[in-house]
């Protein structure tokens, strides 16, 4: 078990650019995966990156705008956002489980408490 911490969110105007960032110590042994839940909806995955950041994996509303990354150095996951949309708001999620990647969220043992980004118009 880790325990997660998430930083970053905020409030910005669409088009706008966030970094999310996920940190727990000893998080460079598990595989992380983002998601967000925006009011009334269930929990969606936004992204996933392997231990070793070598596999990566990104929801198709995403893919071009948003980066994930790691820093095994500094137990670190990161989520580059760019070009904000009015429906990325939410909260953003961080989630580890060993091993490989997995894009659904019951997959993931842990969990941080979230970090809202809110995108205005």
């Known amino acids: 078990q880790v325990h997660l911490v998430e930083s970053g969110g905020g409030l910005v105007q669409a088009g706008d650019s966030l970094r999310l960032s996920c940190a727990a110590s000893g998080l460079s042994s598990y595989a992380v995966g983002w998601f967000r839940q925006a009011p009334g909806k269930e929990r969606e995955f936004v992204s996933t990156?392997?231990?070793?950041?070598?596999?990566?994996n990104y929801a198709d509303s995403v893919k071009g705008r948003f980066t994930i990354s790691r820093d095994n150095s500094k137990n670190t996951v990161y989520l580059q956002m760019n070009r904000l949309k009015l429906g990325a708001s939410g909260v953003y999620y961080c989630a580890a489980r060993p091993h490989t990647i997995e894009m659904t969220a019951m997959s993931y043992p842990c969990w941080g408490q979230g970090t809202q980004v809110t995108v205005s118009s």
């Open positions: 990156i392997s231990w070793s950041g070598a596999t990566t």
